[in-house]
Nanobody, 116 residues
Framework: VQLQASGGGLVQAGGSLRLSCAAS????????MGWYRQAPGKQRDLVAR???????DYAESVKGRFTISRDSAKNTVYLQMTSLRPEDTAVYYC???????????WGRGTLVTVSS
């Protein structure tokens, strides 16, 4: 499974960005797909994920501000980020979990920088 992430950049606090992550395989073979982020000097933490069933899950810090969605026809997951804060600054990593292979796959990180 290969993942192609895009959409990071520099934005002012209060602004919005949308991240995209396209998978090289059908999403029907992926148990969950989503985003982690890692700020400098910190561990990588889950931001949001969407399961094969369509159920979504968010970190408390982004609830109400971020929305994860998918386009199964394009094998793509999106993370719409609004009301961005400087503390959202991090490298965002797309991931996909293959149930068939019991393996987690990672895309290249995309940097999101929120200026105050």
């Amino acid at each position: 499974v290969q993942l192609q992430a895009s959409g990071g950049g520099l934005v002012q606090a209060g602004g919005s960005l949308r991240l995209s992550c396209a998978a090289s395989v059908s999403m029907s073979s992926i148990g969950a797909m989503g985003w982690y982020r890692q700020a400098p000097g910190k561990q990588r933490d889950l931001v949001a994920r969407i399961f094969l069933s369509g159920t979504t899950d968010y970190a408390e810090s982004v609830k109400g501000r971020f929305t994860i969605s998918r386009d199964s026809a394009k094998n793509t997951v999106y993370l719409q980020m609004t009301s961005l804060r400087p503390e959202d600054t991090a490298v965002y990593y797309c991931y996909a979990f293959s149930v068939l292979r019991d393996t987690m796959y990672w895309g290249r990180g995309t940097l999101v920088t929120v200026s105050s």
